[in-house]
């Protein structure tokens, strides 16, 4: 499975911005698909993930209520719709897919990534 992120860019705090990521597979609905960002000199963290078994939506608490995800398995791609930014969203954001298994915000669980694509939040 290939990942590829697009829609990133620079946006003054309050903007938004919205990230898809295209998978290139035939199975996509099958995947949990989840949101990761990495600032610089930060570990990778969990943004929020959609589940494939029943669509539940997960969110980290620094987004919840701003941040949104949807998917369209049409398409095979995934989508963060991203409100209020602040400048600490500033971070590479990255997609990701897993299958089934728990672990959604943990990244060593999840199977593929996508490449990242840059959000710069100024103040």
């Known amino acids: 499975v290939q990942l590829q992120a697009s829609g990133g860019g620079s946006v003054q705090a309050g903007g938004s911005l919205r990230l898809s990521c295209a998978a290139s597979?035939?199975?996509?609905?099958?995947?949990?698909m989840g949101w990761f960002r990495q600032a610089p000199g930060k570990e990778r963290e969990f943004v929020g993930a959609?589940?494939?078994?029943?669509?539940?939506?997960y969110y980290a608490d620094s987004v919840q209520g701003r941040f949104t995800i949807s998917r369209d398995n049409a398409k095979n791609t995934v989508y963060l719709q991203m409100n209020s930014l602040k400048p600490e969203d500033t971070a590479v954001y990255y997609c990701?897919?897993?299958?089934?298994?728990?672990?959604?915000?943990?990244?060593?669980?999840?199977?593929?990534w996508g490449q990242g694509t840059l959000v710069t939040v100024s103040s």
């Open positions: 959609n589940t494939w078994s029943d669509g539940t939506t």
């Open positions: 990701a897919a897993k299958g089934s298994g728990v672990g959604i915000r943990t990244p060593a669980k999840y199977d593929y």
């Open positions: 597979t035939r199975t996509f609905s099958v995947y949990t």
